[in-house]
């Protein structure tokens, strides 16, 4: 079975702290992706990445950065968090388009991040 | 950029009734992908339809695809309590770059027993 690991299921940080989220997938995934999810505005893309070190900004990039020095793990930094990122952050990896079963995206259990 | 809107926001049903929610959504897609959501988790892929495909069956799902209408439905049977859960859409787009899902914002299914 696929897995995808986030960090934390729960973080609580202080406004202007540097918050880091790390997912993790073993399924030999091409592709990551960092979602945040908010009541009535469902599933929005902040960055995807499609291999080691290369990064793509998605819907929402402002104010986050990623990072994926290994296949395996993408990481979502939030440089300065402030109070409207308290959202739900998911994570989530698939198979490069042209491989079989490449289009379903496999999702890890979330983090529910809540800025003070 | 939103794609996918589903219909309706929210649905209460009785166990052993049959549920269905739509989707539209607004460009040519690849393909059009279904949800679900238990609460406070991650989403869970459900079934994949392809352009080319009308309609796909898989155990008491059953999904339609209308391309000219830029539609999709998702019908569960025989519902049960353990069918309680939010609902996505997704699509595919032609041309989308490596394989990005835009999702729509959810259908809230409550099964009561």
């Known amino acids: 079975d696929v897995k995808v690991t986030q960090s934390s299921r729960y973080l609580v940080k202080r406004t202007g702290e540097k918050v880091f989220l790390e997912c993790v997938q073993d399924m030999d995934h091409e592709n990551m992706f960092w979602y945040r999810q908010d009541p009535g505005l469902g599933l929005r893309l902040i960055y995807f990445s499609y291999d080691v070190k290369m990064k793509e900004k998605g819907d929402i990039p402002e104010g986050y950065s990623v990072s994926r020095e290994k296949k395996e793990r993408f990481s979502l930094i939030l440089e300065s968090a402030s109070t409207n990122q308290t959202s739900m952050y998911l994570c989530a990896s698939s198979f490069h388009p042209g491989r079989p079963s490449s289009y379903e995206q496999y999702f890890g259990p979330g983090t529910r991040l809540t800025v003070t | 950029s939103q794609q996918g809107e589903e219909d309706p926001q929210a649905l209460s049903i009785q166990e052993g009734e049959n549920a269905t929610m739509n989707c539209s959504y607004k460009t040519s897609i690849n393909n059009l992908q279904w949800y679900r959501q238990n609460s406070g988790r991650g989403l869970v892929h459900l079934i994949l339809?392809?352009?080319?495909?009308r309609e796909k069956h898989s155990g008491r799902l059953r999904v339609t695809l209308d391309t000219s209408k830029k539609s999709s439905s998702l019908l569960i049977t025989a519902s049960r309590a353990a069918d309680t859960a939010s609902y996505f859409c997704?699509?595919?787009?032609?041309?989308?770059?490596?394989?990005?899902?835009?999702f729509g914002k959810g259908t809230k299914l409550s099964v009561k027993p």
């Open positions: 997704a699509t595919m787009n032609y041309g989308g770059s490596q394989g990005n899902l835009i």
């Open positions: 339809i392809r352009s080319n495909e």
